[in-house]
């Protein structure tokens, strides 16, 4: 299949050999892995593999050796690096075949099978410690240099329609070959390796309900194959297009954007409630004209129930998504609660019978039986994942789904695997082990955090400590630039985690910078808006915004200013908590509130009455909230004293006149972060403990506050203030 043009039309071509020249053949491997992982339309993410098998020096020997290079298991062609790969003896791993060929009983999802996958450790080639995919047999047993292996939308579309076969042919003439669905693993690199020996004119083969493989002993030549490949399928499906009648035409109409916000901020929350009894996930939601043409159109409801096509995306997906039929323009909002919960009971029942029936004695017992992906017309599609990186992918992969589905009803019928097949995936011992060996959850991993006054001081340490934890923080700041700021800080550290997909904000990573003035409901109900569309709900809130206003030298502070301390102090944390309120009660998970006041708040002095006041406003505000909210959301106090490190409350005036007011020595020209010191060691000389209170001391009460660890604390006041006896509460 000679290139004419590079003008591809449905994926990118990307190759430059004035890049490509410059590195050695491991590098080129990533780079070529890389550019093929770009395009969602030529792989999804984490799915597929590459191969090249190249000469290199035996560090044994010092001779020169075949080496597979391949990508291992877990990663992803876009984000592969080098150490992604596994390197292999080539000569061993075709040496394998013996052992295989010698076992009495031998075949797919045979014992042998699997046990050839230890196997694999004994061709390591350089002590490379990447462990070997289940693919890795296909790659070598074909006898070309280089190998790609793509789950693109448009070939799966072939690979999953009724009459693959002859479609296969009729496409791509004798140059692509086409094998039946099997289940990857060794016995399946030998039937390619024997279609390779009996078809040796063939470049690829379609893997029926799988995907695409195909070779060249060059490997700009094997990566244009691929695309030319992917090209000329998608141009089948385009010449098939059924327009308007795709998916048997649309049955119900979408809703406005604005509409379709509102009701997903109504619904996620009890939604979220519903399938995280078990284990709490977390949600992207898809509403795109993609997914909408798919979820509004006659035939989604019979496609949804089929099921999912390629074996990459069961673990995600589940064996089929749950398609809910509500009308968007005629039903209203408690149809639709009643429908997702008529639904869900069903996909449980329906879930647990598909376990029971193709279960075998040794299976892992039964995961999770909630779905993780929900079809609602006029809205879109809801994708749940431990995390929100695990949610994106989920929904990619479902996005891919609908588009093998377009392709495949464009051109013929689609079929989905029968459901043993799906079942001995979703259940495979070996994937069972690959989640086993997958570190534990970290403890805020399926939690969503809200943290108030992210952008400075306590609030920033606050979300810097709790994401350590694994969290999704929404970092909200009055100041939009400094929250955003915090997010991006987190997301720097953390990373943004893998899978593309989401709509607007949905498309988020594990931290968010929002706008909020706590002291205009609007601004907190439009923050919360977005925290719902980004994750699907919410579990603790950390609120450290606050306000101190210097007084004068008698000690005041204008009337306004009065107000505005209250304001921000007080009701600002009760208009949050209000909010929150209803999407707590829906959710019905268990939460947390975590209001900062001040151990001024217990002790009496003279020249702050008004911050005074209002802090222990804000502590009688914690008990009654704590009644307020019980039984799902405990609520406590954080009462901070004197942090002086980095704090937007102690400005270089403020810190001038307290050390002033303490007859510290100082002089003018000194820089700020020194006369901070001066006060913070002063500060730190009146308490029992004798050492100034920090950021990170404050960080670390607010984290325990909202863990589990205090799971039975609510309505108290936590003080971190380095041992101040006048402030003990009695
Ligand atoms: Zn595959």
């Not at 879109?380 to 588009?403: D, P, Q």
Request: proline share 4%.
């Amino acid at each position: 299949m000679a290139i004419k043009n590079k003008n591809f039309k449905y994926v990118n071509y990307k190759w430059s050999d004035e890049f490509a020249q410059k590195i050695d053949p491991v590098e080129r491997l990533v780079y070529r892995s890389n550019i093929l992982g770009e395009d969602q339309r030529i792989t999804n993410t984490g799915g597929g593999n590459t191969s090249s098998k190249i000469m290199m020096k035996d560090p044994l020997t010092g001779k020169d050796v075949e080496v597979l290079w391949v990508k291992g298991s877990g990663g992803d062609l876009r984000t592969s690096k080098k150490e992604n790969f596994a390197s292999l003896y080539q000569g061993s791993l075709i040496g394998l075949q013996n052992i295989y060929n010698n076992a009495e009983e031998k075949g797919a999802k045979t014992e042998i099978e699997d046990k050839m996958v230890e196997m694999y450790n004994h061709t390591i080639f350089n002590l490379n410690p990447r462990a070997s995919s289940i693919d890795t047999p296909l790659h070598s047993f074909i006898p070309f240099k280089h190998v790609d292996h793509m789950h693109p939308d448009s070939v799966i579309a072939i690979a999953a329609a009724k009459n693959s076969k002859k479609i296969t042919k009729e496409v791509f003439a004798d140059e692509i070959g086409w094998v039946k669905w099997q289940r990857p693993g060794f016995d399946l690199g030998l039937i390619l390796q024997e279609e390779c020996r009996k078809h040796p004119k063939i470049k690829g083969l379609v893997l029926g309900q799988h995907g695409l493989i195909n070779w060249a002993n060059d490997d700009k030549e094997c990566y244009e194959l691929t695309l030319s490949i992917i090209e000329k399928a998608a141009e089948y499906i385009e010449a098939h297009n059924k327009g308007e009648q795709t998916f048997g035409g649309q049955k119900y109409k979408s809703l406005s954007e604005g509409k379709r916000f509102e009701i997903l901020f109504e619904i996620l929350p009890k939604l979220r409630g519903m399938i995280s009894q078990k284990n709490k996930f977390i949600g992207t939601i898809q509403s795109d004209e993609r997914i909408l043409r798919f979820v509004n159109s006659n035939d989604a409801e019979r496609l949804a129930e089929l099921g999912t096509s390629c074996p990459d995306h069961f673990l995600r997906t589940k064996i089929k998504p749950l398609y809910v039929d509500w009308n968007p323009t005629k039903e209203n909002l408690g149809a639709l609660v009643i429908k997702l919960e008529e639904g869900l009971y069903k996909y449980r029942e329906d879930y647990s019978a598909y376990y029971e029936e193709c279960k075998h004695p040794d299976s892992p017992a039964i995961r999770d039986p909630n779905p993780t992906v929900i079809l609602i017309p006029g809205l879109g599609m809801i994708a749940w994942g431990k995390n929100k990186s695990e949610s994106r992918v989920t929904a990619e992969f479902y996005n891919n789904a609908v588009e093998v589905m377009r392709g495949a009803e464009a051109i013929d019928e689609y079929i989905s695997l029968p459901r043993q097949e799906a079942f001995d995936i979703e259940y495979w011992k070996l994937e069972e082990a690959k989640l086993k060996r997958m570190p534990p959850e970290k403890e805020f991993a399926r939690e969503v955090v809200l943290v108030i006054g992210a952008g400075s001081g306590i609030g920033k340490a606050v979300s810097h400590r709790v994401a350590k934890e694994g969290a999704h923080i929404v970092c909200a700041d009055v100041n939009k630039e400094s929250a955003e700021q915090t997010a991006k800080e987190l997301t720097e550290i953390y990373g943004v985690g893998i899978g593309v997909s989401g709509t607007g904000i949905s498309n988020c990573g594990a931290a968010i910078g929002l706008y909020a003035n706590v002291t205009d409901r609007k601004s907190i109900n439009e923050m919360f808006k977005n925290i719902i569309l980004a994750y699907g709900g919410i579990d603790h809130i950390i609120i450290t915004s606050g306000i101190f206003v210097p007084p004068d030298l008698e000690g005041k502070i204008p009337d306004d200013k009065w107000g505005l301390t209250y304001d921000i102090n007080v009701t600002g944390p009760y208009l949050v908590a209000d909010e929150a309120k209803r999407i707590w009660e829906e959710q019905g998970l268990k939460g947390s509130l975590t209001i900062t006041t001040s151990v001024n708040a217990a002790v009496s002095k003279k020249g702050s009455v008004a911050y005074d006041t209002s802090k222990a406003a804000a502590n009688h505000l914690v008990r009654e909230l704590s009644i307020e909210l019980s039984p799902i959301v405990r609520v406590n106090g954080l009462a901070p004293a004197t942090v002086v490190e980095g704090s937007s409350m102690f400005p270089r005036d403020r810190v001038i006149s307290s050390l002033k007011k303490y007859n510290i020595q100082f002089t003018e020209d000194e820089e700020t972060g020194i006369l901070r010191n001066k006060l913070a060691e002063f500060y730190a000389q009146r308490t029992l403990l004798k050492s100034p209170v920090t950021l990170n001391d404050q960080a670390e009460a607010a984290y325990v506050l909202a863990s589990k660890r205090l799971n039975k604390t609510t309505g108290q006041i936590f003080s971190v203030d380095g041992g101040l006896h006048e402030a003990f509460l009695r």
